[in-house]
């Protein structure tokens, strides 16, 4: 099993970025994914989350109105779209595939940074 982000990097407040997450080795369509994000010294933060056939999005309050979840269940991916990016939304972000029917399997990927820096 292997979730893969990318996209992470430098931007100044009020950019974009777009953040992707390769899923392999499980069967996609079937899992639950959700980006979740740490800063140091704080526990792990759910960002968004999407449902199986992507019908369903939720957000934390903090970014609601400027982060989209979508995904591709033919590429086996989910993104992230982050607008109008603010200093607070710095972390290493981390993609997240979840099932729980009819046994509960958890996968993480290995994070990737996100800096807002002027």
């Known amino acids: ?4 982000e990318s996209g992470g990097g430098l ?4 950019g974009s970025l777009t953040l992707s997450c390769a899923a392999s080795g499980f069967t996609f369509s079937g899992y639950t994914m ?7 010294g704080k526990g ?9 056939n992507g019908d369903f999005t939720n957000y934390a ?13 033919d590429l086996d991916t989910v993104y992230l779209q982050m607008n ?5 939304d710095t972390a290493v972000y981390y993609c997240n595939a ?7 399997y958890i996968y993480w990927g290995q994070g990737t940074q996100v800096t807002v820096s002027s």
């Open 61 to 73: 309050e903090s970014v609601k109105g400027r982060f989209t979840i979508s995904r591709n269940n």
């Open 11 to 14: 931007v100044q407040p009020g």
């Open 44 to 52: 792990r933060e759910m960002v968004a989350g999407i449902n199986q």
């Open 84 to 88: 109008n990016l603010k200093t607070e």
């Open 98 to 104: 979840a099932t729980w029917s009819p046994n509960r």
């Open 1 to 4: 099993v292997r979730l893969v």
């Open 34 to 40: 959700s980006w979740h994000r740490q800063v140091p």
